[in-house]
Nanobody, 124 residues
Framework: HVQLVESGGGLVQAGGSLNLSCAATGKTNVLNCMGWFRQAPGKEREGIATIDTGETARYAGSVQGRFTISRDNVKNTLYLQMDSLVPEDTAVYYC???????????????????WGQGTQVTVS
């Protein structure tokens, strides 16, 4: 069993930064791929960044160059550094993980087995 717990969300002004964290507990050795998704009101859940144990990162075009994903495999923690935030980044951000490689369909939420409860990010 794997549990993911996000933290670090909040309210920030446009142009500001936030750093999200996701702490993983349980059978963490199977978490080859970890990622961040977000869901804005009335919209589908969107994959925005993933990283595998080899630290290969992938980003959605909407966040490329502004967000940086990283992971600490010793602390079993995933991070998302978000810079140059814009109001369109407002959403609930979810941490997700799966025991297979991220692959070409890294953005597909259906392929992830483990999810956190989400943390709200609001950009004004």
């Amino acid at each position: 069993h794997v549990q993911l717990v996000e933290s670090g969300g909040g309210l920030v002004q446009a142009g500001g930064s936030l750093n999200l964290s996701c702490a993983a507990t349980g059978k963490t050795n199977v978490l080859n791929c970890m990622g961040w998704f977000r869901q804005a009101p009335g919209k589908e859940r969107e994959g925005i960044a993933t990283i595998d144990t080899g630290e290969t990162a992938r980003y959605a075009g909407s966040v490329q160059g502004r967000f940086t994903i990283s992971r600490d495999n010793v602390k079993n923690t995933l991070y998302l550094q978000m810079d140059s935030l814009v109001p369109e980044d407002t959403a609930v951000y979810y941490c997700a993980a799966k025991d297979i490689w991220c692959g070409a369909l890294w953005y597909s939420s259906e392929l992830y087995s483990y999810w956190g409860q989400g943390t709200q990010v609001t950009v004004s």
